[in-house]
């Protein structure tokens, strides 16, 4: 389910972003938190970052580890993600769609382009929040995270609403 | 991962199309709207591109995806059975069904959340007997090879390979997906340069559309 879980949560976070415009992508929400084209932005990078991990750790031999369950997956990125300062400046909309589309094919497509699903399963690496974790798994905190940041866009987009 | 099946269904509106009332080619579109409505939870439809000014043989070709085949197909046999059905011809049906290649899991564009682009262009191919009978350390190096080729194009050309065999005539069904129309043309065209083109066999119809929604698609030609 992998490719699928990443397919649905990408689809819905590109959804999130259709009609909004660029000074609502980039207003902060009334607690100060990161604007929706800050979040945006962040998993974009993310995204390219965990490609790249993955596809380094391929290079080298490593175990087998145990499935993780994507609540645990989604409890070390809520953490690590506490630790991540938002980029700064602003964001057009075109752009932010060129980003996720980037890392989404150029980084996520061609590591797919070079294993296969099964062989993702059976390769490990260390990573800080997670211990030692298969690259499937690794790879499964991409929609994860898309699926924790895409909540957090909608409560932001109702916050919009309330304070037009 | 999970396999589905494709379609590429491709039609061609008969002279009665243009002699029948307006209103009734109204009709008949929002017959069709409200068939894919429909099966909205169970077929995707990726796109509806207008082919007009590319290919002759067909105007509209639909592109869908479902778990479960007999969803494509019943959908695809109430628009037979529509209004609109009265008026097409169906020159060019193609099935496929996605699965990991042999060499990479290669996913389609559609199923990773790509977005549809503004152009299509679809064709299904066969390769030469010769080519599975190559060792496979040759194939893989041929497939290396024309990827890399294919590299140099993303993300502006999106590709979306799917399995064929038994299915129908070809072995392979694949689909571009691009804004720029000429980025396409410099993509398919150093791709003859790959050494897998030695085992080509057969690659037609070509089909290149216009991506549109879907009521949007059949009013071009209302």
Redesign the interface.
């Known amino acids: 389910?992998?490719?699928?879980n990443?397919?649905?949560?990408?689809?819905a976070?590109?959804d999130s972003l259709d009609g909004l415009t660029d000074e609502q992508l980039n207003a902060r929400p009334p607690d100060g938190g990161p604007s929706i084209a800050q979040l945006a932005h962040h998993l974009q990078a993310s995204e390219r970052a965990t490609a790249a991990l993955v596809l380094d750790a391929l290079q080298s031999r490593s175990e087998r580890v145990e499935e993780q369950d994507p609540s645990l997956l989604a409890a070390g990125l809520q953490q690590s993600c506490g630790h991540d300062q938002p980029a700064s400046g602003t964001f057009s909309k075109a752009e932010l769609i060129r980003l996720l589309?980037?890392s989404?094919?150029?980084d996520?497509?061609?590591l797919?382009?070079?294993?296969?699903?099964r062989v993702l399963a059976e390769r490990s690496l260390e990573h800080p929040p997670f211990g030692r974790i298969s690259l499937k798994n690794l790879l499964d905190t991409i929609w994860i995270h898309d699926d924790l940041h895409g909540k957090q866009i909608a409560a932001i987009k109702q916050s919009l609403r309330t304070t037009a | 991962?999970?396999t589905q099946f494709t379609a590429q269904l491709a039609i061609k509106f008969t002279a009665k199309w243009q002699k029948a009332d307006k209103d009734d080619r109204a009709d008949a579109i929002r017959e069709v709207v409200e068939i894919f409505d429909k099966y909205a939870d169970r077929v995707g439809l990726r796109g509806t591109y207008v082919v007009q000014g590319f290919q002759a043989h067909t105007d509209i070709l639909f592109w869908m995806f479902a778990d479960h085949f007999n969803d494509i197909q019943d959908l695809q046999l109430e628009i037979r059975r529509s209004s609109l059905g009265r008026y097409i011809t169906t020159p060019h049906a193609f099935t496929g069904i996605t699965k990991?290649f042999e060499f990479?899991?290669?996913?389609t564009?559609?199923?990773?959340?790509?977005?549809p682009r503004e152009y299509l262009c679809f064709y299904p191919f066969i390769r030469k007997p010769e080519y599975y009978l190559l060792p496979k350390w040759e194939r893989k190096a041929l497939i290396g090879d024309h990827?890399d080729i294919g590299?140099e194009f993303?993300?502006d050309i999106?590709t979306n390979g799917v399995y064929g065999f038994g299915l129908g005539d070809y072995e392979w069904l694949l689909t571009f997906e691009t804004n720029d129309l000429s980025r396409l043309v410099d993509c398919v065209r150093k791709l003859r340069e790959s050494k897998s083109r030695l085992y080509m066999q057969d690659e037609h119809p070509f089909i290149v559309g216009r991506y549109f929604p879907l009521e949007d698609g059949l009013a071009q030609y209302a």
């Not at chain 1, 990443?6 to 689809?11: D, I, M, N, V």
């Open positions: 389910m992998l490719i699928e990443l397919g649905r949560a990408r689809k976070l590109l589309e980037e989404r094919f150029r996520l497509q061609a797919f382009n070079e294993t296969h699903e | 991962m999970q990991p990479s899991e290669h996913p564009s559609f199923a990773i959340g790509m977005r990827g590299h993303t993300p999106l």
